[in-house]
């Protein structure tokens, strides 16, 4: 409900009570269960599972928590919950979070039935958690989405899909219940040529590649997906045939097709990534500040110092302006405003570089500390730098922001 202050002035970055109470009870969790057991998980390099389990529990890791903050009204809902997940850690914050993007490229693309089927089966429930994995990247496909070679092949005998190919980077690749994977149909249209398909658990033919061993976010599983011959049924094309069918038909017209359904996918789901990273910064930023007034040299608290409050200065302040441009990207999106800047790719470049220079000033004010396992500090300075290559790079960033501003074909 609005002030009446509000509502003389049509504007507020007020939260919503919902929100704020959300905000405040993630909070908690945060500092009290993600933080204390982050140090452990990320020498470990294993998905969390206790702390996913504990997060099932309490209803934070659930279908129902990431349906009421996606749907929020207000807009906020999930950047504010992805704030207060990442600024407790973002290697289990991304193992909470992961099944989120396979959930989204369901609810942004898929049918009703295709949500109510396959969305509580990347949750599963307290006592049997499942997992979620979004499949774009390849080997030989990374920024470069169209260049995707994995192949589905309709087996319209049998109403199946038979997909092939090599996924690479997927977090929760392998030990998700439920990938989602973008394909080609027709590698001659590129990326207008491509859908995703849901893989259900337990498919024939996928299986895990190579994990990898990370500079980051260690807590979170990232591996390659193999897909030898694996078939799924044609209900598990997202949005369905009749859909595909008809945009096939369209480009083939010679009219535009809209494709793309991982860039939209990526679109819809930056300014939460930006949200993480603005989680990261702020942690760092706090630490630092409280570290300033506690640590002295030459008799006074190190903040003291021009030289390390005006880094202070500069490290608030640079995760606030990061925070707004989030807050707007999200804001916008919920009310359908077209990013015709391209906001949600701006809250992202700006966010990840925000969480890249901040984490790094904080390791500067803790000095050795800072450099040390003993601290928090220098994992969150490892763990940042995610933020600027995952979800579209930073120069891809640009070049989406770009194009947008100046009409013109940026490459
Ligand atoms: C930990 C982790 C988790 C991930 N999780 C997932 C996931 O769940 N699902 C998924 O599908 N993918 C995932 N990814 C993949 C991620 O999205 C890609 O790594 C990313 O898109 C970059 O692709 P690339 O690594 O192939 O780099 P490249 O595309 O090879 O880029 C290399 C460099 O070249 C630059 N570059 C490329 N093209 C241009 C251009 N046109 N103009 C200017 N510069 C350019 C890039 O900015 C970058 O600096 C994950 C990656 C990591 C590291």
């Known amino acids: 409900m609005s002030s009446p202050d509000q509502a003389a002035s049509g504007f507020s970055l007020e939260l919503s ?93 898929g049918t009703n039935e295709q949500i109510g089927e396959w969305l509580p089966q990347m949750f599963g429930s307290p006592g049997d958690v499942k997992l ?59 990326s207008r040529g491509q859908a995703s398909f849901i893989v259900p658990p337990g498919t024939p033919g996928l299986s895990q590649g190579q994990k990898v061993r990370k500079h980051g976010i260690r807590a979170s599983h990232t591996a390659e997906v193999i897909l030898d011959n694996v078939r799924v049924p044609g209900r598990c094309l997202v949005g369905g045939k009749e859909r595909l069918d008809a945009r096939l038909a369209k480009i083939a017209d010679g009219s535009s097709g809209r494709g793309q359904d991982a860039m ?54 640079a995760v606030d302006a990061a925070r707004l441009l989030t807050w707007k990207a999200a804001w916008m999106a919920r009310h359908e405003l077209a990013f015709t800047k391209a906001e949600g790719s701006m809250s992202k470049l700006v966010a990840g570089e925000t969480a890249v220079r901040v984490t790094e000033q904080a390791m500067q004010i803790l000095g050795g500390n800072g450099y040390s396992r003993d601290y928090p500090v220098e994992r969150w300075h490892r763990d940042a730098k995610i933020f600027t290559i995952f979800e579209g790079t930073s120069e891809i960033q640009r070049m989406i922001i770009g194009r947008a501003v100046t009409g013109l074909d940026v490459r």
């Not at 933080?35 to 452990?40: I, N, S, T, V």
């Not at 190919?165 to 001659?188: C, E, F, L, Y």
Request: with cysteine.
């Open 17 to 109: 009570a919902d929100v704020a109470e959300m905000r405040d009870w993630v909070h908690e969790f945060a500092r009290d269960v993600i933080r204390p057991a982050a140090g452990e998980w990320d020498e470990r390099e294993e998905t969390p599972w206790p702390v996913i389990e504990e997060a099932a529990k309490v209803g934070l890791y659930s279908l129902d928590f990431f349906a009421a903050q996606w749907m929020d009204p207000t807009g906020l809902g999930m950047v504010v919950a992805f704030e207060e997940l990442f600024w407790g850690d973002a290697g289990i914050g991304l193992s909470l979070a992961g099944s989120g993007l396979a959930a989204v490229a369901v609810a942004s693309n």
């Open 132 to 190: 979620g994995a979004f499949c774009s990247s390849e080997p030989d496909a990374g920024s470069d989405v169209g260049a995707i070679r994995t192949r589905a092949v309709y087996d319209a005998a049998k109403d199946e899909w038979v997909l092939n190919g090599t996924k690479a980077w997927a977090t929760n690749g392998g030990i998700a219940d439920v990938h989602v994977v973008v394909a080609s149909v027709d590698p001659a249209l590129g």
């Open 264 to 317: 939209r996918t990526f679109e819809k789901s930056r300014p939460s990534v930006a949200a993480m990273a603005v989680g990261v910064a702020r942690a760092a930023a706090e630490y630092a500040t409280e570290y300033a007034t506690q640590r002295v040299q030459f008799g006074r608290p190190i903040g003291q110092n021009q030289a390390v409050a005006f880094m202070l200065a500069d490290m608030h302040a």
